[in-house]
């Protein structure tokens, strides 16, 4: 097979057509046979550097079938906070560096959210972190240095969840309490922090 960006959009469209398992199962195999071919790791260009936070690109996407593949560039210290995708999956590929990803339980508090931490990784270059809405459903991404990750979303979903801090509350035993807000994934701009 041939690595490039529309092979590998085409191929993500079968394995999307096979479900949420074979999603989460195949798309981190397929790209990171993809980027071992220097062919492909030389065609993904990746949105530069501007400041503290993360960048974005969409490199291809199918509104009404759905995939989208992101680029994200990660300055070293930037943070995404915690956010689902919709309710829906979503593979990241670590072309570069190293992120710290906290995945979360929400438990709504009255009007607010506490967040419990579930597991706490580190994923290096060359690995894939894989988000299912029926485990890791609310993550949240730390850079530990320069980095870059692809992103590959099964649907072309607009709307989406971040969770902001609100207040430490003394009602709830002292828990740090999140309200949720809805986000624009498609846009750009909107989901820099
Ligand atoms: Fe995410």
């Given amino acids: 097979m041939i690595h490039s960006l529309e092979n590998i959009f085409e191929k993500i469209i079968e394995i999307k057509r096979e479900g949420l398992t074979s999603f989460l199962n195949e798309v981190p195999t397929l790209l990171k046979e993809a980027y071992d071919d220097p062919n492909f790791s030389k065609s993904i260009i990746f949105p530069k550097l501007k400041g503290e936070n993360y960048s974005r690109k969409l490199l291809i996407s199918d509104e009404i079938i759905g995939p989208a ?13 915690p956010h689902n995708h919709n309710g829906e999956a979503c593979v990241n590929y670590i ?3 190293d992120l710290l990803v906290r995945d979360y339980k929400e438990i709504k508090r009255g ?9 706490t990784e580190i994923k290096s270059s060359g690995d894939s972190i894989g988000i299912d809405p029926r485990i890791n459903n609310v993550h949240s991404i730390n850079s530990l240095s320069e980095s870059q990750s692809l992103h590959v979303y099964p649907s072309y979903y607009e709307n989406s969840e971040i969770f902001e801090f609100s207040e430490f509350s003394k009602k709830y035993n002292g828990l740090d309490l999140y309200i949720k807000k809805r986000i624009n994934l498609s846009k750009e ?3 820099e922090n």
């Fill in 189 to 191: 701009e909107e989901y």
């Fill in 95 to 97: 072309a570069k560096g």
């Fill in 111 to 119: 009007e607010k959210y506490e967040l419990n931490l579930i597991n």
């Fill in 69 to 81: 593949i992101w680029a994200i560039s990660w300055p070293n210290s930037s943070y995404a906070p």
